[in-house]
C-alpha cells in the first residue's frame, strides 16, 4: 500500500523548461508538465470521462496501469521499446507528451533518470502524483562479475526516515528490476491501484475490480512457474546483464552474472567468468537484447555454448514471463 510519505505531488509548470535544460546537456528525464490547480482539479477531469494520463517508467508497469485503470487511464512510456534505461535520453517531443501526465510511476530503486527529476522538485508544489512502487519490496543489491545476488533490503529503507533517501552509493548498488518476481508485481499492482484512487476516488470500485482479476492472473502466472521449475531449486543460470536476480531468488534459483552497472567485465573478469561457467557446466548465456552481445557471444565461445534472448523490459508481462520461465526451466543446469 502507498502512504502519505510514498505519494508525493511534484512540480510540472517548471518541469518542461528544466527537462528540455537537461535534456541539452544530456541528461535523462521522465517528463514535465503545465498541469494547473489541484488534487480536486485531476479528480474533477476524470469525473469528465477524460482519462487520466500516467506516465511510467519502463514497459512492464505499463501494462500494470492498464490492467488496473482500464479505459480510464492512457499510458506514456518514458523509456520506449528497445531503448537501454542506462543510456537513453528522450527527444523535446518525448518530454512534451510526459509534461501531459497527472500520475507518474517510478520504479523507485534509485534509476539515474528517475532520480534526476524526483530529487529535484519534490519540495515544490505541483499537480503530478509521484507512485514509488517498489514501496513495501525487499529490495536487493547488484551482483558484482561471477556473483550472486544475495543480498536484500527491507522494505522501505531506500527511502530512509521520513522520506529522506540513502547515500547514493549505496542507492547505485540496488537492483531496479524488482517486476521480474510476480510476488513483487502484485506489490507494483497495488501501489498503482492506490495511486489512482488518490486521483479518482469516484472509481475507487472499478479500479478495484481491475485489480482483483489480474492480481488472480499474477497468481496463476507464479503457479505455473513453480511448477515449471518444480525440483529445480539451486540450479544455476548465467547472464549478461543482472536483470533476474527478483526472479532467482524467488524461485530458489542463483543468478551468475557477467556485467554489472553497466560495465563491461576485464579480461581478468572473464577469465572468471568462464572459470565458473566451466565449473558450473553452464551451456548457455542469457543476453538482454538492449544490450551489447559481445562479451557474452566471447563466455559462449570458450564454453561451447550458446547465446539466448530474453527479455525483462517487455510490455505482455505475463505472456513474457510465461516464455521466459519455460526457456530458464529448460536451460538450467
Given at each position: 500500500?502507498?502512504?502519505?510519505?510514498?505519494?508525493?505531488?511534484?512540480?510540472?509548470?517548471?518541469?518542461?523548461?528544466?527537462g528540455?535544460?537537461?535534456?541539452?546537456?544530456?541528461?535523462?528525464?521522465?517528463?514535465?508538465?503545465?498541469?494547473?490547480?489541484?488534487?480536486?482539479?485531476?479528480?474533477?477531469k476524470?469525473?469528465?470521462?477524460?482519462?487520466?494520463?500516467?506516465?511510467?517508467?519502463?514497459?512492464?508497469?505499463?501494462?500494470?496501469?492498464?490492467?488496473?485503470?482500464?479505459?480510464?487511464?492512457?499510458?506514456?512510456?518514458?523509456?520506449?521499446?528497445?531503448?537501454?534505461?542506462h543510456?537513453?535520453?528522450?527527444?523535446?517531443?518525448?518530454?512534451?507528451?510526459?509534461?501531459?501526465?497527472?500520475?507518474?510511476?517510478?520504479?523507485?530503486?534509485?534509476?539515474?533518470?528517475?532520480?534526476?527529476?524526483?530529487?529535484?522538485?519534490?519540495?515544490?508544489?505541483?499537480?503530478?502524483?509521484?507512485?514509488?512502487?517498489?514501496?513495501?519490496?525487499?529490495?536487493?543489491?547488484?551482483?558484482?562479475?561471477?556473483?550472486?545476488?544475495?543480498?536484500?533490503r527491507?522494505?522501505?529503507?531506500?527511502?530512509?526516515?521520513?522520506?529522506?533517501?540513502?547515500?547514493?552509493?549505496?542507492?547505485?548498488?540496488?537492483?531496479?528490476?524488482?517486476?521480474?518476481?510476480?510476488?513483487?508485481?502484485?506489490?507494483?499492482?497495488?501501489?498503482?491501484?492506490?495511486?489512482?484512487?488518490?486521483?479518482?476516488?469516484?472509481?475507487?470500485?472499478?479500479?478495484?475490480?481491475?485489480?482483483?482479476?489480474?492480481?488472480?492472473?499474477l497468481?496463476?502466472?507464479?503457479?505455473?512457474?513453480?511448477?515449471?521449475?518444480?525440483?529445480k531449486?539451486?540450479?544455476?543460470?548465467?547472464?549478461?546483464?543482472?536483470?533476474?536476480?527478483?526472479?532467482?531468488?524467488?524461485?530458489?534459483?542463483?543468478?551468475?552474472?557477467?556485467?554489472?552497472?553497466?560495465?563491461?567485465?576485464?579480461?581478468?573478469?572473464?577469465?572468471?567468468?568462464?572459470?565458473?561457467?566451466?565449473?558450473?557446466?553452464?551451456?548457455?548465456?542469457?543476453?538482454?537484447?538492449?544490450?551489447?552481445?559481445?562479451?557474452?557471444?566471447?563466455?559462449?565461445?570458450?564454453?561451447?555454448?550458446?547465446?539466448?534472448?530474453?527479455?525483462?523490459?517487455?510490455?505482455?508481462?505475463?505472456?513474457?514471463?510465461?516464455?521466459?520461465?519455460?526457456?530458464?526451466?529448460?536451460?538450467?543446469?
Amino acid at each position: 500500500m502507498i502512504s502519505s510519505m510514498n505519494l508525493k505531488i511534484l512540480p510540472l509548470l517548471m518541469l518542461l523548461t528544466v527537462g528540455l535544460s537537461l535534456f541539452a546537456s544530456g541528461c535523462m528525464s521522465p517528463g514535465d508538465s503545465q498541469v494547473n490547480g489541484s488534487t480536486g482539479q485531476a479528480v474533477e477531469k476524470a469525473e469528465t470521462g477524460e482519462p487520466i494520463i500516467v506516465a511510467v517508467s519502463v514497459l512492464p508497469q505499463a501494462e500494470f496501469v492498464e490492467k488496473v485503470g482500464g479505459d480510464k487511464v492512457k499510458t506514456i512510456v518514458v523509456i520506449p521499446p528497445g531503448a537501454d534505461p542506462h543510456t537513453y535520453e528522450p527527444s523535446p517531443r518525448e518530454l512534451r507528451e510526459v509534461s501531459k501526465a497527472r500520475m507518474y510511476v517510478t520504479v523507485g530503486t534509485g534509476m539515474p533518470f528517475e532520480e534526476v527529476w524526483i530529487r529535484r522538485f519534490e519540495s515544490a508544489s505541483s499537480e503530478t502524483l509521484i507512485v514509488n512502487t517498489s514501496s513495501g519490496i525487499e529490495l536487493k543489491e547488484l551482483a558484482a562479475h561471477g556473483e550472486e545476488e544475495t543480498k536484500g533490503r527491507p522494505p522501505g529503507e531506500l527511502e530512509g526516515h521520513e522520506g529522506e533517501s540513502v547515500t547514493d552509493a549505496h542507492k547505485e548498488e540496488l537492483d531496479p528490476h524488482i517486476w521480474t518476481s510476480p510476488a513483487n508485481a502484485k506489490i507494483m499492482v497495488e501501489n498503482i491501484y492506490e495511486g489512482l484512487v488518490t486521483l479518482d476516488p469516484e472509481n475507487k470500485e472499478y479500479y478495484a475490480q481491475n485489480r482483483d482479476a489480474y492480481l488472480k492472473e499474477l497468481d496463476a502466472l507464479d503457479a505455473r512457474i513453480r511448477e515449471k521449475l518444480e525440483g529445480k531449486k539451486g540450479r544455476n543460470f548465467m547472464v549478461f546483464h543482472p536483470s533476474w536476480g527478483y526472479f532467482a531468488a524467488e524461485y530458489g534459483l542463483t543468478m551468475i552474472t557477467i556485467e554489472t552497472e553497466g560495465k563491461e567485465p576485464s579480461a581478468q573478469d572473464m577469465a572468471k567468468i568462464v572459470d565458473i561457467a566451466k565449473e558450473k557446466q553452464v551451456r548457455v548465456i542469457f543476453v538482454q537484447p538492449q544490450f551489447s552481445t559481445r562479451s557474452a557471444q566471447a563466455v559462449a565461445e570458450e564454453i561451447d555454448g550458446e547465446v539466448i534472448a530474453v527479455d525483462p523490459l517487455a510490455k505482455d508481462y505475463i505472456k513474457n514471463m510465461d516464455r521466459v520461465s519455460d526457456v530458464f526451466a529448460r536451460n538450467l543446469v
